[in-house]
């Protein structure tokens, strides 16, 4: 059976690595990038079956990621962001994220 390969993008290292160690825990496959440009690079030579992505990212923010990834590819993708306004949510949405989930979040 396939393992299922989640990538998480986000420039906060601490953050990214605590999501990975949970996923990881649960039998995903985790990759990790900590900015935009590494998130395109690694979405081009793995297959990703879900995107954990941060908005607010240095090279590439988080909306060109997504753009990006919805010129070639259709995985579901879910913003983690610390933007929390009505304005981030529906704009993250609209450019073609799956859902939006702001920080900051306690891992159980």
Same mark, same amino acid.
């Given at each position: 059976m #396939?393992?299922i390969?989640?990538?998480?993008a +986000?420039?906060?290292?601490?953050? @990214?690595n605590?999501?990975?160690?949970?996923?990881? #825990?649960?039998?995903?496959r985790? %990759? #990790? @990038?900590?900015?935009?440009e590494?998130?395109?690079?690694?979405i =081009?030579? =793995?297959?990703? +079956?879900?995107?954990?992505? +941060?908005? *607010? *990212?240095? #090279?590439?923010?988080? $909306?060109?990621?997504?753009r990006n990834?919805?010129? =070639?590819?259709?995985?579901?993708?879910? %913003?983690?962001? @610390?933007?929390?306004?009505? %304005?981030?949510?529906?704009?993250g949405?609209v450019i073609? @994220? +799956?859902d $939006?989930?702001?920080?900051?979040?306690t891992?159980?």
């Open positions: #396939k393992s390969s989640i990538l998480v +986000d420039d906060e290292e601490e953050i @990214a605590l999501i990975a160690i949970h996923l990881e #825990k649960e039998g995903y985790v %990759f #990790k @990038a900590l900015d935009g590494e998130a395109i690079a690694v =081009q030579t =793995q297959s990703i +079956d879900l995107v954990i992505l +941060d908005i *607010m *990212m240095p #090279k590439l923010d988080g $909306y060109e990621v997504t990834i919805r010129e =070639q590819h259709n995985m579901p993708i879910i %913003f983690l962001s @610390a933007k929390t306004s009505d %304005f981030d949510k529906v704009h949405l073609g @994220a +799956d $939006y989930m702001t920080k900051s979040f891992p159980i």
